[in-house]
């Protein structure tokens, strides 16, 4: 369970760190996605050596916020949730979500 608080405390860093930044909204997502890479490769080498693993309502929650290139890239390059069809569904669901609240963010806020 302290991989997941891990997680989630990365998340936040790259928050409280995106917001200092010249542009904010591209660090973030270029923040979040790195460090979702890196989450689904902690949970693939997790999965091979019989250790606590990342909780998959975290690695979606990672997708969700921004880090679905990430995931993407995690999911083919360490071959690594690819197969499990719940998973998959859900993963899917959480992309389209963050980019329909993209969209209307970016809709609603240029007038």
């Known amino acids: ?3 997941n ?3 989630y405390f990365l998340l936040l860093l790259a928050a409280a ?3 200092f930044l010249p542009y904010p909204f591209a660090t973030w997502c ?3 996605s790195v460090l979702t890479l890196l989450i689904y490769g ?3 080498l ?3 050596k019989a250790w606590r693993r990342v909780p998959e309502s975290t690695l979606l929650l990672c997708g969700f916020v921004g880090g679905w290139p990430g995931a993407i890239i995690g999911q083919q390059l360490f071959r ?3 197969q499990k069809q719940p998973f998959k569904t859900w993963f899917w669901v959480s992309v389209i979500l963050n980019i329909v609240v993209l969209l209307a963010a970016w809709r609603y806020s240029a007038f």
């Open 46 to 48: 997790a999965a091979r």
């Open 42 to 44: 902690a949970d693939k």
């Open 80 to 82: 690594h949730k690819t």
């Open 30 to 32: 270029l923040l979040v």
């Open 1 to 3: 369970m302290r991989l």
């Open 17 to 19: 760190g995106s917001a």
């Open 5 to 7: 608080y891990l997680c």
